[in-house]
């Protein structure tokens, strides 16, 4: 985003912030595709090793796309080292928390305290640099901008949709549907769909179009696109999400692609560095709290499921008894020792 704000046009800035939105949208959907696909196909290990030819890559684009540029070694001297402290301390503790506290049984967990401890002082010490840096790293005074701030907070809540249902669909495909993880992949990348059928159009409505305009039809359509997936039962499988996903697609890219632009279209050009590291700061932290609270809402229901089943079905039940014998026949057909095939069910 900062390479976009301060290198091209305000004329190409639609095009950039385009290319660069497709790249937020379509990372998380090919994602799962290249991952099931290692996964199935060669290892597991190589969901983590394949970083290494792409960093690769990258790092080489970077040498040879943009211009060198001399180090400033009195900015790095003098740089926020206390809000750089408490961003990195604050930060990845608190996503450790949010992501983890629900299996840790949260305050329970020695762990989940001292790194909740570690969140606040990291949280204090990005207060205190915002007071005593002449540049702070993380630049909270860009939120009296009540354009910025209404973009952030809108980004937030959509990361916490996106992310929850990006892990929701998964799960259910692979826990209830029995899909492996290639085709969970699949049924994932329909969404991605819309994205490639409206990138030539795209640029032209960012330039043209009011954002609240995209943005709040995408909000609605990404509600109405998890309204059709509420009647889902155990019965459900991978083409029952073809719709949804492909709604939620036109969805994601009718909300994010705007609210990129926003964002930077509410700072000055010297702002944008700042503003794009808040920017999408804000998007994951929403993902984070969106799968805290999934975690929470789904081990809870969980959990109360299973002490209704368990109120409700005991040995001397019909269905029990008839599940057990059912599971003994099995049993014998394989051994031909029925008090064996008994004890077994």
């Known amino acids: 985003q900062t390479i976009i704000r301060s290198r091209l046009p305000r004329s190409q800035m639609p095009i950039g ?8 949208l379509l990372g998380p959907l090919l994602g799962p595709v290249v991952g099931g696909w290692l996964a199935e196909n060669i290892s597991w290990h190589w ?12 790092t080489l684009l970077l040498l040879l796309g943009l211009p060198a540029e001399k180090p400033h070694w009195h900015d790095f001297v003098e740089a926020d080292w206390v809000g750089i402290a408490g961003l990195s301390m604050g930060l990845s503790s608190l996503t450790v928390v949010l992501e983890e506290g629900q299996r840790e049984h949260w ?3 020695g762990m989940i305290i001292w790194l909740t401890v570690l969140t606040a002082v990291g949280m204090t010490l990005i207060a205190v640099s915002q007071f005593t840096a002449r540049r702070p790293v993380m630049r909270l005074a860009l939120m009296r901008n009540p354009r910025y701030a209404s973009v952030i907070l809108i980004v937030f809540a959509v990361g916490a949709g996106l992310y ?10 692979g826990l209830v549907s029995g899909y492996n993880a290639e085709q969970a992949g699949g049924i994932m990348l329909i969404s991605g769909i819309p994205s490639f059928l409206m990138m030539p159009i795209l640029p032209r409505l960012l330039g043209k179009v009011d954002f609240r305009l995209m943005v709040i039809p995408g909000l609605a359509l990404f509600a109405a696109s998890c309204w059709m997936d509420l009647d889902m039962t155990s019965q459900s499988v991978g083409h029952d999400f073809y719709g949804s996903q492909f709604l939620r697609g036109i969805a994601q890219i009718l909300a994010m692609m705007p609210l990129n632009q926003a964002s930077m279209a509410a700072v000055s050009r010297e702002e944008s560095g700042d503003a794009a590291g808040l920017y999408n700061m804000a998007r994951n932290l929403g993902g984070s709290v969106g799968l805290a609270l999934l975690g929470i809402l789904i081990d809870r229901r969980n959990t109360y499921h299973a002490a209704t089943l368990r109120e409700s079905i005991t040995a001397n039940s019909l269905r ?3 599940h057990i014998t059912g599971v003994a026949a ?6 031909g020792a029925m008090a064996s095939a008994k004890l077994q069910s």
């Open 17 to 24: 912030m385009t290319a660069f939105g497709l790249t937020v």
């Open 47 to 58: 969901c983590f090793l394949v970083n290494l030819p792409v960093c690769i890559t990258l």
């Open 107 to 109: 305050f329970d967990s």
């Open 164 to 173: 929850g249902v990006s892990y929701l669909i998964p799960q259910f495909l």
């Open 320 to 322: 029990a008894q008839d």
């Open 330 to 335: 099995g049993f014998f057909s394989r051994t």
